[in-house]
């Protein structure tokens, strides 16, 4: 964008001596205070305007051009042409300022969203003990940081304790309870020895939380997650999944969704059911990848409205590392949505690497 005015020049110069004279398509440089104003400021646009004007004089003025005459220099059509495009100039900075306030607006935004989502959403460290992760976090929206979808891990005395939710909805309301929902697990996930007593106080943290803002829509304001905790002495991992997409281990190649279909209601909404939290075991062996994720990953759709199919893709690319699959599924769901995200997607990769074969002694020499 920064050489169109260049280029835009470049190409009246070729058509103007081509063309008869009374086609004097030097006229089109009124345009060009406007085509600077694309990707330039308030001074270069003036610069535009300058030349423009003083350009159309010359190629008026030029006997070469087209067999014209000097006398075309201050005819009445030309003369009208500089003003037009001193006009057009005055414009065209009026534009290039308005655009540059909107860009150093729009790049504070960006700053203060990058600073928000750090916060918010840090990184994940990619060690934990053994354990190697990797995170995966995209917003639909073309110039939104951060959403309603969230991820951590926290490594605490009891384990390492994973969480990924998804909060309903969109805008401040989701980020702002997303916010209290990941603050109420760093606190909790130290202090309760037990996983169904994590989401339990998590949950009556978001209860908490909805009671104070109050209106309509209180009983709405729920979220879907997994508490998930890998002990650090036992080869197991634990899930409490309240209405969140299952977890899936790829071992060996192999894909498992690890779903019992004892899932609780989404955080918010357990205290219309009252029922105590189910905890789910496996085994969680070295070699093995945990993958949790959002909805968005699933609800996916290609042109033809199919969802994405994510146990088939992952059979179908077998083990990978953290890093590589989650890259792997970032490119294929650009693919299988024509690069149009409809939802927010995150997603968390886990991986307890196999023990490395060690070497045996070397004999004595001799």
């Known amino acids: 964008m920064r050489w169109l005015p260049a280029l835009y020049v470049a190409v009246l110069l ?73 006009l057009v100039g005055v414009l065209g900075m009026i534009l290039a300022a308005h655009r540059v306030r909107r860009e150093r607006t729009l790049a504070d935004v960006r700053f203060v969203a990058d600073i928000a989502q750090r916060v918010l959403l840090r990184p994940v460290p990619h060690h934990i003990g053994s354990l190697r992760l990797e995170s995966l976090y995209r917003s639909a929206a073309a ?32 980020v702002e309870t997303a916010a209290a929902l990941l603050g109420a697990f760093r606190e909790a996930a130290h202090d309760e020895p037990a996983l169904p007593d994590l989401a339990d106080r998590v949950e009556t943290s978001m209860n908490r939380r ?66 105590p939290y189910h905890v789910d075991t496996y085994s969680f062996r070295p070699g093995d990848l945990l993958l949790l994720y959002t909805d968005g990953i699933t609800e996916t759709r290609d042109a033809a409205g199919t969802f994405y199919p994510l146990l088939q893709r992952l059979r179908s690319w077998g083990s990978l590392p953290p890093r590589e699959l989650l890259e792997r599924l970032h490119h294929d769901l650009l693919d299988h949505s024509g690069d149009r995200l409809q939802d927010d997607i995150a997603a968390l990769a886990v991986c307890l690497p196999a023990a490395e074969p060690s070497l045996p002694p070397l004999s004595p020499a001799g």
Request: with cysteine.
């Open 210 to 275: 909805a009671m104070l803002l109050g209106g309509g829509e209180v009983g709405e304001r729920f979220v879907t997650a997994v508490f998930a905790e890998i002990a650090a002495q036992e080869p197991v991992i634990r899930f409490v999944n309240c209405g969140h997409p299952p977890p899936v281990r790829i071992r060996c190649g192999q894909v498992r969704e690890l779903d019992s279909g004892r899932s609780a209601p989404p955080l918010n909404l357990g205290m219309l059911v009252g029922e």
């Open 14 to 86: 070729v058509l103007e001596p081509a063309t008869p004279v009374q086609w004097p398509v030097s006229f089109v440089l009124i345009a060009l205070p406007l085509v600077a104003a694309f990707a330039h400021g308030p001074v270069v646009v003036g610069g535009a305007t300058v030349f423009a004007v003083v350009l159309e004089a010359v190629l008026a003025g030029t006997p070469c051009c087209a067999g014209r005459k000097v006398g075309y220099l201050w005819d009445r059509h030309y003369v009208a042409a500089y003003i037009c495009t001193g």
């Open 143 to 174: 110039e939104a940081r951060i959403g309603g979808d969230l991820y951590e891990a926290v490594p605490t005395r009891y384990g390492v304790r994973l969480l990924i939710g998804d909060v309903r909805g969109k805008g401040l309301l989701a």
